[in-house]
């Protein structure tokens, strides 16, 4: 494991981790720009309540993309039982 120390959103972080260091960084420049995005919006609305907000988004995309995935596995196993089966696509 490595050791890593990260500035996010003005927070200094240091944890260890079996993580790519690059993936780590452009997780950490997605965080600062997508935050830096709200905060534009939302100038009135306090840090923690930006980060509330922050933290939704991401998961809604977690979700999105998670249910994208599911349904072209779907799709995939579908095309592989008609390959498998001798039907015609």
């Not at 100038?43 to 998961?59: D, P, V």
């Given at each position: 494991m490595q050791n890593f120390t990260l500035d996010v959103l003005g927070l200094e972080i240091s944890f260890?981790?079996?993580?790519?260091?690059?993936?780590?960084?452009?997780?950490?420049?997605?965080?600062?720009?997508?935050?830096?995005?709200?905060?534009?919006?939302?100038?009135?609305?306090?840090?923690?309540?930006?980060?509330t907000f922050l933290a939704l988004a991401l998961a809604d995309d977690l979700l999105v993309m998670t249910e994208k995935l599911d349904t072209a596995e779907e799709r995939i196993q579908d095309i592989v039982t008609k390959i498998e089966t001798g039907m015609h696509l």
């Amino acid at each position: 494991m490595q050791n890593f120390t990260l500035d996010v959103l003005g927070l200094e972080i240091s944890f260890k981790a079996d993580a790519d260091p690059a993936r780590l960084e452009q997780a950490r420049q997605m965080l600062d720009k997508r935050f830096e995005i709200l905060k534009q919006h939302g100038r009135h609305l306090s840090k923690e309540k930006l980060l509330t907000f922050l933290a939704l988004a991401l998961a809604d995309d977690l979700l999105v993309m998670t249910e994208k995935l599911d349904t072209a596995e779907e799709r995939i196993q579908d095309i592989v039982t008609k390959i498998e089966t001798g039907m015609h696509l």
